[in-house]
């Protein structure tokens, strides 16, 4: 568990299905916005079990790590955080990518968990460089990432395909400061 001000990060385990399914469920048409199109079998108890277990496995191949966000003042599931596409060699890297409960938003809380994901990232997992990847409109996911330590690289023209449509994004990294 890394643990904040406000709030902690920490693995899913199975007894976090329900709570998963639920802040998918309320947060669809939000979510799905910024993300691809999910199908209805995406939304029940089952799937949500059953990315837990792929979350697990990618993360004992290190493949992946992907984190529940919590507050700390009722332990209540308010997000997703995971670093994602880890490449090993002479990269040492990873994407990172999020997403916060809309009832959430603007309070700082997914700025401290990327504060905190990256510090893991860098200290626990040594990897050098961690990019993120957000649509151009979507500027308080450009402010959380500056806010983290990340900078401006440049516009990836028509990179990913979020419902239906190329769409450009601005991409954004920071290298840890012990390899610099």
Request: hydrophobic content about 35%; glycine content about 8%.
């Amino acid at each position: 568990m890394l643990t904040g001000k406000n709030i902690y990060v920490r693995p899913f385990t199975k007894e976090d299905a329900a709570a998963l399914l639920g802040l998918q469920q309320e947060n669809r048409r939000f979510f799905e916005r910024f993300s691809y199109e999910r199908n209805e079998d995406f939304y029940t108890l089952e799937a949500q079990q059953e990315r837990i277990k792929s979350f697990q496995k990618d993360w004992q191949g290190d493949e992946s790590y992907q984190f529940g966000i919590f507050k700390k003042e009722d332990d209540k599931l308010i997000g997703t955080i995971n670093l994602f596409q880890v490449l090993r060699g002479s990269l040492q890297s990873a994407f990172i990518g999020y997403f916060l409960d809309q009832q959430h938003n603007g309070k700082g809380y997914t700025t401290e968990a990327t504060h905190l994901v990256v510090q893991y990232a860098f200290v626990e997992l040594n990897l050098h460089r961690i990019e993120a990847g957000v649509m151009p409109h979507n500027i308080g996911s450009i402010r959380v990432l500056e806010k983290a330590g990340f900078h401006k690289e440049g516009i990836a023209i028509k990179n990913v395909k979020i419902n239906g449509k190329w769409e450009d994004h601005q991409v954004l990294a920071i290298i840890n400061p012990n390899d610099e």
